[in-house]
C-alpha cells in the first residue's frame, strides 16, 4: 500500500482539512398567539350564556301562579297552529 498516494488523495479533496462551524447570533425567541374578533366574539357569548341561570325564575313563577290559580287560558288554534309548523320543520 502508497501511503504517499493516499496523502495526494486527501490533499485532493481536502479530506484532512477540518470545517469550523460560525457561531450564530444570539437569537430571543418567543411566541404569540393572536386571538380573531369572532374567536373574541364566541368567547364572550360563551361567558355569558355559562352565568346566565338555566331557568327564568320571573317567567315561570307567575306561570305557576296562573296555573294553581286556574286562570292560565291556552288558545287552542294557536297551539294546534304551532304544532303543525313544528311537525313541518321536522318534515
Same mark, same amino acid.
Given at each position: 500500500?502508497?501511503?504517499?498516494?493516499?496523502?495526494?488523495?486527501?490533499?485532493? $479533496?481536502?479530506?484532512?482539512?477540518?470545517?469550523?462551524?460560525?457561531?450564530?447570533?444570539? *437569537?430571543?425567541?418567543?411566541? +404569540?398567539?393572536?386571538?380573531?374578533?369572532?374567536?373574541? =366574539? !364566541?368567547?364572550?357569548?360563551? +361567558?355569558?350564556?355559562? &352565568?346566565?341561570?338555566?331557568?327564568? &325564575?320571573?317567567?315561570?313563577?307567575?306561570?305557576?301562579?296562573?296555573?294553581?290559580?286556574?286562570? $292560565?287560558? *291556552?288558545?287552542? &288554534? =294557536? !297551539?294546534?297552529? +304551532?304544532?303543525?309548523?313544528?311537525?313541518?320543520?321536522?318534515?
Amino acid at each position: 500500500m502508497r501511503i504517499d498516494a493516499y496523502n495526494k488523495i486527501s490533499q485532493l $479533496y481536502n479530506t484532512n482539512k477540518v470545517n469550523k462551524c460560525q457561531k450564530t447570533a444570539d *437569537v430571543q425567541a418567543s411566541d +404569540k398567539v393572536q386571538i380573531s374578533q369572532a374567536g373574541l =366574539d !364566541f368567547q364572550l357569548a360563551k +361567558k355569558a350564556v355559562a &352565568e346566565a341561570p338555566d331557568v327564568r &325564575e320571573d317567567v315561570v313563577s307567575s306561570l305557576k301562579s296562573s296555573v294553581k290559580a286556574g286562570t $292560565y287560558q *291556552v288558545d287552542n &288554534e =294557536d !297551539f294546534a297552529s +304551532k304544532l303543525m309548523q313544528k311537525y313541518k320543520d321536522m318534515i
